[in-house]
């Protein structure tokens, strides 16, 4: 009997993941025809929201009934249907909001990324560049629309730590503060907040940097903060606390290392570098595996990086002219820790 009960089991959570895809994609037609958007003010007959969206009445039927069944919407027993509690992440006005994560997930060019993982395993390279014929950021800078669903789904995730980032390090003796490849400022602007004696510097891309002039603004930092724009891998700006954020795990040893070595020659005197990463874990048993190993699938479908080990952030900063002085516990219940470093 035990054995029948646990084969059905097992059949049951294997096919939950097989059908993953199905799920998320359901998810992304509901967020893309803002069918929750609809819901979000109450029931609604399917009629009228089909009238509402331009969708077809039946066809939008079953794509309610599946969000039912997934937990985002619910039936008001009259025929009609709502955004359930669950469902509310999914609204761009909400504080903990996800809906361009689920846009950039599903997107055909992300999404279609995943459908060659199998050419990403048997060769090693990223499967978006086998799809698209260039690489994810070169493609995002072809695409603005793209590009701007990436950028407002990078600010959500680091919305979620910005404000652990200060409580974990502090940052009382920092002078200038330089954010490198920080977006749109969230995790800056933090920063300076909670540090009210340093200026900042956030450095990216144009088209990475877009909003964060509003950023600052709205933190109140904007006269103490500037936005310098360039390529990261050819120098950046000086401070004497350099932060990276999540953007080792998006390239290789080499390009790690021209960045690390880019930011020790800019790193004053007494300085640290400040890198926030997820970092694999010993033991794959322990709560946080699970997060950096699905993102470490994800690098390698997007752009051929890869999440790591202490051992091996240690020898990046070894060969960068860093010590890895110490790393801290995940912040905010996620993956990400901050690794502290010294030039030497």
């Known amino acids: 009997m035990t054995d029948h009960v646990t084969s059905h089991e097992g059949y049951a959570k294997l096919s939950q993941m097989a059908f993953g895809y199905a ?3 359901i998810l992304y037609a509901a967020v893309r025809l803002c069918v929750l958007e609809g819901l979000a003010a109450g029931a609604r007959p399917v009629e009228e929201l089909a009238r509402a969206l331009g969708c077809d009445p039946g066809a939008l039927r079953r794509l309610l009934r599946a969000l039912v069944v997934l937990g985002v919407a619910e039936e008001d027993g009259a025929g009609g249907f709502a955004l359930a509690e669950l469902g509310r992440p999914l609204l761009a006005v909400h504080p903990l909001s996800i809906r361009s994560s ?10 279609g990324a995943w459908g060659a993982l199998t050419h990403g395993v048997r060769t090693g390279e990223a499967a978006f560049d086998h799809v698209h014929g260039r690489p994810l950021f070169d493609h995002l800078a072809r695409h603005p629309g793209l590009s701007e669903i990436f950028n ?22 920092a002078r200038t503060v330089v954010d490198i490849g920080g977006g749109n400022g969230t995790v800056l602007a933090a920063i300076l907040s909670a540090a009210p ?6 450095f990216d891309t144009a088209e990475g940097a877009a909003g964060a002039a509003g950023t600052f603004r709205r933190a109140g930092v904007a006269d103490r903060c500037s936005i310098e724009t360039g390529d990261f891998f050819q120098g950046v700006p000086e401070g004497d606390v350099l932060v990276v954020k999540g953007v080792l795990h998006d390239w290789d040893d080499e390009r790690c290392a021209t960045l690390l070595r880019g930011c020790r020659a800019s790193i004053a005197p007494g300085g640290r570098l ?6 694999l874990p010993p033991r794959l048993d322990t709560p946080e595996a699970s997060g950096v190993v699905m993102s470490d699938i994800a690098m390698l479908v997007y752009t051929g990086g890869r999440e790591r080990g202490g051992d091996e952030f240690r ?12 790393v801290t516990p ?4 996620s993956a990400i820790r901050i690794l502290v470093a010294d030039p030497v």
């Not at 689920?102 to 999404?111: E, M, N, Q």
């Not at 004696?197 to 956030?202: K, Y």
């Not at 400040?274 to 970092?279: D, F, G, K, N, Q």
């Not at 995940?330 to 219940?333: E, F, I, S, V, Y």
Request: hydrophobic share 50%; proline share 8%; glycine share 14%.
């Open 330 to 333: 995940p912040l905010a219940g």
């Open 315 to 326: 020898y990046l900063f070894a060969a960068s002219g860093f010590h890895l002085a110490g």
């Open 152 to 173: 407002t789904a990078m600010r959500e995730g680091a919305e979620q730590i910005a404000p652990e980032v200060p409580k974990a390090y502090d940052f009382g003796g």
């Open 197 to 202: 004696g340093a200026r900042g510097i956030l």
């Open 274 to 279: 400040l890198v926030l990463e997820p970092v």
């Open 102 to 111: 689920v846009l950039l997930l599903g997107d055909p060019a992300t999404w």
């Open 23 to 25: 799920t998320s994609q």
